[in-house]
């Protein structure tokens, strides 16, 4: 005779619909107050052509104020199911991996966005749901401004909760030109006295 616990029915469901509830619908998305972008689709073909995506592959990108990006991160993601907090540990690892954090200020000033290609339609899905409930945890923890959730298909590009979108880039065309500004690199200090004094001596 053997003796075990089988998992009660309750504890079941109980987990189900703890997964559930870790997804947003496109209405509650709407209603979120993420912010609008300016020029979407230089976005999404700025960050098509830097990271050249296949199916299954998230991008997630940090943008300044002005829309210029900051730092992105691309990895793929093929789990059996859609979990938002699978998906927002895995958006949370990458931003800690590309940019540091803006816990300190009192209102965040960067953006992050996320482009997520699939395979299918434009139609939203629970797993979109599950990457809008991770994006959105994931801003959270790390100090930014959650932005757009846009997916790209073979159908084209759409920003999800907003009605926009294209049929470029999509999932089986080319990259295209560098479109996404990027925030200038520092330029090296000069000026002064030292810096004249070098450069005369440079010239001799």
Same mark, same amino acid.
Do not use: K
């Given at each position: ?6 998992? $009660? ?7 189900? /619909? ?10 509650? %998305? ?12 230089? #976005? ?16 997630? /990108? ?9 730092? $992105? !991160?691309?990895?793929? $993601?093929?789990?059996?199911? !859609?979990? +938002? ?12 991996? #590309? ?5 300190? =200020? ?6 992050? &966005? ?9 139609? %939203? ?5 599950? %990457? ?5 945890? !994931? ?5 930014? =401004?959650? +932005? ?5 298909? =073979?159908?084209? %590009?759409?920003?999800? @909760? ?9 999932? /089986? ?18 000026? @002064? &006295?030292?810096?004249? #004094? ?7």
């Amino acid at each position: 005779m053997t003796f075990g616990f089988a998992p $009660s029915s309750a504890a079941s469901l109980s987990s189900s /619909a703890a997964t559930a509830t870790r997804l947003l619908e496109p209405a509650e %998305w709407a209603a979120a107050g993420i912010p609008l972008l300016r020029n979407p689709r230089e #976005v999404v073909s700025g960050l098509h052509a830097r990271h050249r995506p296949e199916p299954a592959t998230a991008i997630v /990108a940090v943008l300044d104020p002005d829309e210029r990006l900051c730092a $992105s !991160a691309s990895f793929s $993601s093929r789990r059996a199911t !859609a979990d +938002g907090w699978m998906f927002r540990n895995a958006l949370l690892a990458q931003l800690r991996r #590309v940019i540091p954090h803006d816990l300190r =200020r009192r209102t965040p000033v960067r953006t992050a &966005v996320l482009l997520y290609c699939r395979e299918g339609d434009a139609r %939203w899905t629970e797993e979109d749901g599950a %990457w809008m409930w991770g994006l959105r945890d !994931a801003c959270t923890l790390h100090g930014l =401004r959650c +932005g757009a959730y846009i997916t790209l298909t =073979r159908d084209g %590009w759409q920003v999800l @909760g907003e009605g926009r979108g294209g049929r470029r880039p999509n999932t /089986a065309s080319p990259p295209e030109p560098f479109a996404t500004s990027e925030a200038a690199l520092p330029q090296p200090r000069t000026g @002064g &006295v030292a810096s004249d #004094v070098l450069r005369r001596a440079a010239a001799r």
